[in-house]
C-alpha cells in the first residue's frame, strides 16, 4: 500500500477462494448499497467473478473516487471508477465533534474496527458514513452507463478493502486518515483546557524495580511468506530518474530477503550461516538480478554489478544453484592446503573404480576432465560443484555435492550428455 496526501494507493489483491470473502458489517453494507442499485444482476454476478479471479489491479483511493484498471478475461484492460460524494466541511465538523466527545469510536478507528454505534452517533450528528442506494456512481470506458462488470468488481474488491481498513471509507469521504487524527488532536488539545501533569512513576523507582519486571513475550510465530509489496501504480507521475517498476522489485525482493534473514535469525541464531561469503555490492547485484526484475532493471544490475550482461547471466545462474556460496565458487579460485588437498583426492579415486576414473588435469581447486568440457570445482567446504563449457566460458551446471562422481554426473546430464 502506497500513501500521498489525499491519496492512498493498494496493491492488487490475490484471487480468493470459497464464500464469504468480505466479512465485515460495514464492508457487506457497502456492498448493499452496490447490490441494491445495479439494475442489471448479470453485471454484478460477472463483476464478481471478476473480483474474486484477481482482475483488479492497483487501487487509487482518494477523496470522492477510487479507480482501477479491471481486465476482462480475454485480457482486455478497462479502467473503472466509482464517485462517491464527499462530506462538507460543516458535516466534518459535526463528526469530529461528536468523536472527540466519544473517545472510544477513535480508538475503534484506530484498530480498524467500525462498531455499529460508531456509524449511529455519525448518523444522529447528521452525517452519512456509508452509502445508501445510488451512492455509488458508476464510470468506465467500456462505455457502460450503469454498473458494468469493471466497476462492480472494482466495487467487489473495495469492499475487502475495507474490511482491513474502516479509514478507506473515511477517504473517499473527504478525510485521510493523517488528516482526520490532526484534526481530532487539535480538537482534543482545546477542549482540554491547562496541561496537567501526568501521573507515573519516578525513573530510580522504576529502575529499581527492574528485576520484578515480568519476563518477555515469547517470539511471534514467523509468517509463512513475506508480506505484498507496495505498488506504485498510481496518476501521480514519478519523479525524475526514479523508474517505479524498479522500485516495486527491490521493495518485493528486500521483503523476501528480511523473511529470509528472520527465519535463520529464529532458528538458527543470528548472522549469516557458518561459512556463507560476506555481502557485498556487486554480489547483492546478482541476488537481485536472479529474482527477474524486468529488461530494464536488469541492464542496470549488468552495469552496475561490472559483469555485463552475459557474466551477470552466468552469476544467476550460479546463485540459483545454490546463493552465494556457489557464486563464491563460479569467481574465486583457490590453492587447496595439503591437507584439504589429501582429502579431494581420496575422494576422486573413491568415486570411481579405477578402469572407470575419467582422467583429470588440475590446477587450484579446479579439476578438468582431459578431452571433455566438464571440470568439477571444489568448493571451500569440500563439496563438489559442477561445471561446462559454452562458447568459450566456463558456466555452472549444477547445485554441489559431496561425491565428485554425483557432481560430474550432473553436468553430463544437463548438457544431454
Partial sequence: MTRYDGERTFAALPPVRGRGSVRTWWGRAWLAALEGTALDAGQLKAGRGLARAGAVGAVSVRPGRITAVVR????????????????????????????VERAGHVAALLDREMPTHLVEDAELAGVELLPG???????????????????AALCYQVARLLDRDPFVLLLMRGRGER???????????????????????DAAEAYAAGDIL???????????????????????????GIDPRALEFLAGRTAAQAHRMLAEALGEGHGPRPGEPEPTVARDAVRLA??????????????????????????VRAWRHGGPEALDVLDGEWTPDAGSLARARAALEA??????????RARANRWTVVGACVQLRLGRDGRWWPYRKERGRWVPAGGAARDPATALASAERAFGQ
Avoid at 515480568?214 to 525524475?240: C, F, H, K, N
Avoid at 568415486?351 to 583429470?360: N, S
Wanted: glycine residues 12%; contains cysteine.
Fill in 214 to 240: 515480568p519476563s518477555l513475550p515469547d517470539v511471534p510465530a514467523l509468517p509463512t511468506e513475506p508480506g505484498i509489496p507496495p505498488s506504485l501504480d498510481t496518476e501521480t507521475a514519478p519523479g525524475a
Fill in 179 to 201: 488528516a482526520l487524527l490532526d484534526a481530532l488532536q487539535a480538537r482534543g488539545d482545546a477542549s482540554a483546557g491547562p496541561a496537567v501533569r501526568p501521573e507515573g512513576v
Fill in 72 to 99: 476482462d478475461r480475454d485480457g482486455t484492460a478497462h479502467r473503472a471508477d466509482v464517485l462517491l460524494q464527499e462530506l462538507s466541511g460543516e458535516q466534518w465538523d459535526r463528526f469530529l465533534a461528536m468523536a
Fill in 133 to 151: 442506494l445510488g451512492d455509488l456512481e458508476p464510470e468506465c470506458d467500456c462505455g457502460a452507463w450503469d454498473h458494468c462488470g469493471h466497476t
Fill in 290 to 315: 536472479a529474482g527477474d526484475p524486468g529488461r530494464a532493471a536488469a541492464d542496470r544490475l549488468a552495469d552496475g554489478s561490472g559483469r555485463g550482461r552475459e557474466g551477470l547471466a552466468v552469476a
Fill in 351 to 360: 568415486a570411481w573404480d579405477e578402469d572407470e576414473r575419467p582422467a583429470l
